[in-house]
């Protein structure tokens, strides 16, 4: 019997995540120093995880409503309206998710009907594409560049519309580029989506791993807050990631209809979870913003490192990664992990596990300790020498 | 010197108390200027007394050596003019006392002492320091274990637990 048949065309369809085959080379490595990791290098600050001890201690074990924890749903929409100005009803517009991953499931699954296209920016977050696909949809690449600085732009949006074309999925500050958008260019998406009337899925998780200026929430903008489902967590910007706990804010009608497939599939998040995403909430603002402090010193570090290599290097304005070209050392982006992997014992990804438009260009994160990060720029650097003549 | 400098320079001091051993270079990068600056920088803390002095932190326990260390409270009487501060002159200026902090409270003076062991210390309180004019008393409490010292947990360190590569 092939088993492997027997599985539904739609899952064989997507291929494996370019990063899972990377990570099984590493993984029987040693003395690696990576630049691989997708996560913060802190663990969650004291106060949250004690909170959670103490919200066992009291017997904190049980369901919660499908939509969360009221008060957790209040911190939310609170902190949205304090920092964004844009202001959600916890009762009926939010809900709590197990990751922003399973907030992106929902609401592709929510709106999505089979054949409906979604214009997907690339270089992007690994699970956009296939996210859209098993709901259903189809994704749409759409390029997008160094030379605009990885932004996509009304041009290269309206070049791929199609009369399918009912959602736009975008992920600013940006994994892997580590791009941001500003405020202006926001607007021109904005009217974009409003003149072909998208619904925009905004995925905001490094939102406050913004190091140049403010970051702009897209449902902030004018007439957009109705039209889109706005995602984040607590993942990145609390050291949270193992915790799994995001949340999903939109129009009622969205949210609802999310909350019909969560309630179904997820019940509700973990409440232990949920309990420290409140302590975040309510208290965590000085450590977070000591994290971020941390990171934006080693942000300067690794582009000055790497243009020091004569690499060029995109000055990321956002998220924990710099994304510098390779294109110069003449090797394709897997080459380039897998050759410095087995010469000089770093991990880093290769720019097209983020889609085909990010070949040529390698991901590292730097989220790691700044003594692993020089040692790992030495090593780079040496390998990268011979090869750039 | 101006405020921008002052803020520089205390943020050179955070990576510093975060990790020593960096070069002038990786601290130039981190705080976007040039490496001459944080040479400057360094020269001017120290000379300030600002960057006092970088030693490690060792676990002493853990390398063999079983030294003995004791918290001292120490009532004293204040003297004309010089307040606690000569008595405390007097008493920083022995080489087994390795801090001393002026209290609020119950007491006036917190000195930690080290010796090798027991009796040593308990020899230098009551030699040394219970007889320094102006000690009214002192307590001795020994250390019996050491968890966390200068902000650093000694013997639990939270392993980086990540996986190697993830999105």
Redesign the interface.
Known sequence: MNWAERVSPLVRSIPP?G?RR??DI??EMKG?I?L????P?F?TPWHIRESCVHGLQRGYTSYTSNYGLLELREEITQMIETDYGVSYNPKCEALVTVGVSEALDLAMRAILSPGDEVLVPEPC???YKACVTLAGGVPVSVCCTREHEFRVTVDQLAASLTPRTKALLIGYPN?PTGAVMPREQLATIAQFADEHDLIVISDEIYANLTYDGEHTCFSALPGMRDRTILLNGFSKAYAMTGWRIGYALGNEDFIAAMTKIHQFTMLCAPITAQIAAIEALKQGRPSRERMVAEYD??R??MV??FRNMGLDCFEPKGAFYVFPSIQNTGLTSLEFAEKLLQAEKV?L?PGD?FGACGEGYVRCSYAA???NL?EALDRIGRFVKPLLK | MNDKAVAAKQELLKLLDQDYNQTHDQLAHQLSVKPEQIAQWMKELEEDRILVKCQPIINWEKAGLDDVSALIEVRITPQREVGFDAIAARIYRFPEVRSLYLMSGAYDLAVTVEGTNLKEVAQFVSTKLATIDGVVSTTTHFVLKKYKEEGVIIDDEEADRRLLVTP
């Open positions: 995540s990063i990377f990570f590493v993984a690696v990576s691989g990791v997708g996560e290098d663990v977050y690994v699970s994994n010193k080693r300067r570090l000055e490192g991990a990804v596990a300790s700044s003594k020089a």
